[in-house]
């Protein structure tokens, strides 16, 4: 890492936990994660779900289309899939997903948690078993959307009752089983995957380190800060800050960036998932920045997740200036519009260049089509 007061520069950092959807949407966002970050892990939440080694490697290629389409030099991203857990994976599957040398996870949701996971799993070691013990024996990380499904339970609280009824059993069950407990969003998921033995990890959002549950009320409803997990309390928001910053190398990036059509999020029954990938970086610097740990954003960007998932860190650098970014309003997606993050706000960093290992991309704004995409919209 090197840094002035008013520059960041730090090895290319990868984003653990994406969504990139399909088909025009997916040419529409790829873009943004890819000038950024080397890799990214891509969720399996399509539909259909992506349930297979043969799913997930065609998936690969539409990505790698994609990427071509948006001008993307080759070698400068590479998509790390991953499967949709049901309970009818088997064993066999696991073993081919681990050799393809394309997978590099399989998603846990519970069936119901969040968008697209009606297929998810039922009984977790009642039907999964045998998946979860040649995860276990070929060393397939099992990333998990943390949240309990019941309507009994609080929507605040089931995060910390997921820990007591399904990762406490699991670790049990499956002591050397890699687990990713993604978007972690209390201090009780924090003091869990510190505390826990074994091989367990946990990725955080840049929404759940800016932002606590009163975001989503201030002057009104606000759909665009809606996600799941959803924001909590303000001491939650604390614990997991800390935890970012602390430098322990069980905690490392992962957006959840989860792009939705405008007219889906402002709507009755509004979509849970907020646009990050545009300005990632710039969102997870202001965050390290507010409790002056800047010195910590290369651990938990860059060095951590690789060290977990066993993959090599990156060669390529990113560098951030100390300037006022403004986030546009909204961007084209598709045949709609998306609204990032924080529309319309200014954040006080700004990614500036990204130099890939064998494609230097250090000439290039971080956004080159940044003005043409806002142009379309009238922002």
């Known amino acids: 890492m090197q840094s002035t007061p008013d520059t960041l520069t730090i090895i290319r950092p990868d984003d653990w936990h994406l969504h990139l959807r399909d ?8 873009a943004d994660t890819a000038r950024q970050f080397a890799r990214a892990i891509i969720m399996p939440n399509l539909k259909p779900p992506v349930t297979t080694t043969e ?12 990427l071509e389409r948006a001008g993307i030099p080759q070698g400068a991203f590479t998509p790390l899939m991953t499967l949709y857990l049901t309970d009818n994976t088997s064993a066999a599957e696991v073993k081919r997903a681990s050799q393809s040398g394309a997978v590099h996870g399989i998603k846990l949701y519970p069936a119901g948690a969040t968008t697209n996971s009606d297929a998810g799993v039922t009984d977790l070691l009642g039907r999964c078993a045998a998946a979860l013990e040649a995860m276990q024996v070929a060393g397939m990380p099992l990333l998990v959307h943390g949240e309990v499904t019941d309507p009994a339970i609080d929507l605040f609280d089931r995060e910390a009752v997921f820990i ?10 499956f002591p050397e089983l890699k687990v990713v407990f993604e978007h972690l969003t209390t201090r009780d998921g924090v003091d869990y995957v510190r505390q826990a033995e074994g091989p367990v990890a946990a990725t ?13 009320f201030q002057g009104g409803i606000r759909p665009h800060w809606y996600c799941l997990p959803v924001l909590k309390r303000e001491q939650h928001r604390l614990a997991l800050l800390e935890a970012a910053t ?5 905690f490392f990036l992962g957006t959840d960036s989860a792009p939705h059509p405008k007219g889906l999020k402002e709507h009755a029954c509004g979509c ?5 990938a545009l300005h990632a970086m710039e969102l997870y610097a202001t965050a390290f920045d507010s409790v002056g740990r800047l010195d910590a954003l290369e651990a938990f960007a860059s060095l951590n997740g690789p060290a977990f998932y066993g993959l090599p860190v990156n060669q390529g650098t990113l560098t951030l200036l100390r300037q006022p970014y403004r986030i546009p309003a909204e961007l084209p997606m598709a045949e709609t519009t998306v ?12 990614v500036a260049t990204a130099v890939a290992a064998a494609c230097a991309l250090s000439d290039q704004p971080m956004h080159p089509d940044l003005s043409a995409r806002t142009k379309q919209t009238g922002h």
Request: with cysteine.
């Open 164 to 173: 007591d009824r399904v990762m406490i059993p699991l670790r049990r069950a």
């Open 246 to 250: 602390s430098g322990a190398g069980r």
């Open 55 to 66: 799913l997930a490697v065609a998936y690969r290629d539409r990505i790698g289309l994609a």
């Open 204 to 216: 955080i959002t840049a929404h759940h380190l800016l932002y606590n549950r009163n975001a989503l």
């Open 272 to 276: 849970a998932g907020c646009y990050t």
């Open 339 to 350: 609204v990032p993050l924080a529309a319309g706000e200014s954040l006080g960093w700004k």
């Open 23 to 30: 088909g025009a949407v997916l040419d529409s966002v790829v």
